[in-house]
């Protein structure tokens, strides 16, 4: 199995002042192609913290972080934001879709920065928008649509460039069950049948209950990492 | 994608942007119209001088300018005279002979200049004969004066009363003649009026022993843009050593006054352009403290830090180009139509005319202000935009999502 993402004894001190607070202790993890991970922890514990660094929005205080094969060093912010436009997708908890543009346009927006020509990128952008049953949202701006339609845009939006990785920060955080629970369908559904790779954040049980690989955060050292079988994982 | 987006960043508070869209409206409007109304003044006072007097070019010996005196006069004017009106592009042309001396009544005396005019000529040259009060403008007989209304004050004469002109021949002898008041005028310049009071050329010359002499020749020409082209048309018709000299160079000061008036303009721009960038600096500011989170997921979608400080000097560009159009229509309108009625300034009618201005004065809107607005106010706004971008691209991904 292809390899994604590697951690290697990553650690997160923030300094505060005179005060340092350690938020992660020699982390090491690594997740292939296809793997659908939950991060599991209470506030606190870290999750989010590796979450940024696997998405290269923060840096290690110490250790080493590869993305599909590439080691992510001290880089330069333009290189960094090129590095996660061309390899990693983002779905926060609060959707954060750019508010003045359409779904279609929000999709399309990664795309655009990679430099796709117009046409095309709508094309691809369709697609995806299809994919998840959203076809019809492609003119509505943000505030036109409910939570859980902002939060299926996003998850379009982070697919639309085929990242090697989906960084899911608390999904479901601002959703009611119900809904949550059809999106973590539409997600698995993306995992199985187009093979993409996710890694979850949240302390959501009904996300923990769905994750085939679990893995447990605690003062910021993972304290369990269990792959559980189809039947375990619940569906 | 980024124009888009900023345009459409714009909008999302519209009733800031509008206020900050109608201040600079309103500043581009103040300047072009405190730039027209400048412009409007000098080339009035300008104007003025040519209508009153000095006309579009003047033929003198060169050394008349500097010394006004019958020792540097034109000989056999006639003739030149003849060449000058051959010219199409020449409106109108007269001789004159100018000398100082004095006007005195039974009661007073005044030093003026006596300028001996050809009537039916300077008719054409200048607007003494439509300023005449009471009486009326010269008929060309001998012993005829129009004096001014400041200067029939100050004599205490009227139309019909006697007065003995006093003046220097050209060996320096004192001459005298006596001539009876026409007519009596009144000009928009005070100056001017206490001055010049005029007689027929002969009369003149006949007085100063100045037979077939003159001090100029007044030209009036068709079209005021073409002063430098007709100055070049007159020169080889002139015999040596005698010069023609447009406006321009007749009325330096004035001339420079304009080029002043219009240098001004960036004096004007610089204050309107500091309460502006203040504003784009506080109104950006705004803009992008509602904005950190998108910023900061913007990021991590992969845009690039130059991309975002791009779009926000666009942002800040367009209010710049909004608000300078605006400004420019309305600014326009508001000269346009003050152009066709003017701005009466009656109230300071008479320290306009120490000015020798009218008192309806007439502002002046010319291409370089409405480019110069498209151009700056845009630059303004963007330079205004550079502190609060580069605030944005020093947004660290993971502080911009967390803030809140």
């Given amino acids: 199995m292809e390899e994604v993402v590697r951690v290697e004894k990553v650690t997160k001190i923030y300094r505060v002042g005179s005060i340092e607070t350690v938020a992660l202790r020699e982390v090491s993890l690594r997740i292939v192609q296809g793997e659908f991970t939950v991060l599991a922890g209470p506030s606190g514990s870290g999750k989010t913290t590796l979450l940024n660094i696997i998405g ?13 094969g590439k080691r992510i060093a001290q880089q330069s912010a333009a290189e960094l934001a090129r590095f996660r436009l061309y390899h990693i997708g983002f779905v926060f908890q609060a959707y954060n879709l750019i508010p003045v543009l359409t779904a279609l346009e929000n999709v399309t927006l990664p795309l655009i920065l990679q430099g796709v020509a117009k046409k095309e990128a709508e094309q691809r952008a369709e697609t995806v928008l299809e994919q998840l049953g959203i076809a019809e949202l492609r003119a509505k701006k943000p505030n036109e649509m409910s939570g859980g ?4 845009v996003a998850i379009a939006r982070a697919m639309v460039t085929n990242p090697a990785i989906i960084l899911a920060d608390e999904p479901t955080a601002n959703l009611d069950s119900h809904t949550g629970a059809h999106l973590l369908d539409l997600m698995q559904q993306m995992n199985e049948e187009h093979n993409v790779t996710f890694l979850f954040a949240s302390h959501d049980p009904q996300v923990i209950d769905r994750g085939r690989r679990l893995i447990s955060i605690h003062d910021g050292a993972i304290v369990r990492d269990e792959v559980r079988s189809s039947s375990t994982a619940a569906s | 994608m980024l124009v888009q987006l900023s345009w459409r960043n714009i909008w999302r508070n519209a009733r800031r942007s509008a206020i900050v869209l109608s201040s600079i409206v309103v500043g581009v409007i103040a300047v072009m119209f405190s730039n027209s109304f400048s412009l409007g003044l000098a080339h009035q006072m300008l104007q003025s001088q040519i209508r009153l007097h000095t006309t579009d070019l003047q033929i003198l010996h060169p050394r008349y300018a500097e010394n006004p005196s019958l020792e540097y006069s034109i000989v056999q004017p006639e003739q030149v005279l003849a060449r000058i009106d051959t010219l199409p592009a020449v409106a109108a042309a007269g001789i004159r002979l100018e000398q100082f001396g004095l006007i005195n009544s039974a009661l007073n005396s005044s030093g003026i200049t006596i300028v001996g005019v050809q009537p039916q000529r300077e008719r054409h040259l200048t607007i ?9 403008y010269l008929s060309g007989n001998s012993y005829e004066i129009v004096i001014s209304e400041e200067t029939a004050r100050k004599l205490e004469i009227g139309v019909g009363d006697k007065v003995v002109l006093m003046a220097a021949d050209r060996t320096g002898e004192i001459r005298s003649e006596v ?4 007519g009596i005028f009144r000009t928009f310049n005070s100056d001017f009026d206490q001055m010049y009071s005029f007689v027929a050329l002969p009369f003149l010359r006949a007085m100063v022993r100045a037979d077939s002499l003159a001090t100029a020749i007044a030209v009036r020409i068709h079209s005021a843009e073409a002063v430098e082209e007709v100055q070049q048309q007159i020169t080889p018709l002139l015999p040596p050593p005698l010069v023609v000299l447009s406006y321009r160079q007749l009325l330096p000061l004035l001339s420079y006054m304009i080029e002043m008036y219009a240098q001004l303009m960036w004096i004007f721009y610089l204050i309107v352009g500091a309460a502006m960038i203040f504003g784009i600096v506080n109104t950006m500011l705004m803009a992008i403290m509602e904005r950190i989170t998108e910023f900061g997921v913007l990021l991590s979608i992969g845009i690039p830090p130059v991309k975002l400080v791009v779009l926000i000097l666009l942002e800040a560009a367009w209010l710049g180009v909004l608000g300078a159009f605006g400004g420019v229509l309305a600014g326009s309108a508001l000269i346009a139509a003050l152009q066709s009625t003017g701005i009466n300034l009656a109230f300071f009618s008479e320290g306009l005319r120490s000015l020798g201005v009218a008192a309806i004065v007439y502002p002046v809107l010319v291409p370089q202000q409405i480019l110069n607005a498209l151009i700056f106010v845009p630059l303004i706004t963007t330079a205004g935009a550079l502190y609060p971008a580069w605030k944005v691209y020093r947004l660290q991904p993971v502080e911009a999502l967390r803030f809140v």
């Fill in chain 1, 56 to 68: 290269t929005l923060d840096q290690p205080t110490s250790g080493e972080v590869w993305i599909g």
């Fill in chain 1, 149 to 152: 339609q902002q939060q299926r």
């Fill in chain 2, 128 to 136: 003494i004969a439509q300023s005449i009060r009471s009486g009326r």
């Fill in chain 2, 179 to 182: 001539a009876t008041v026409v």
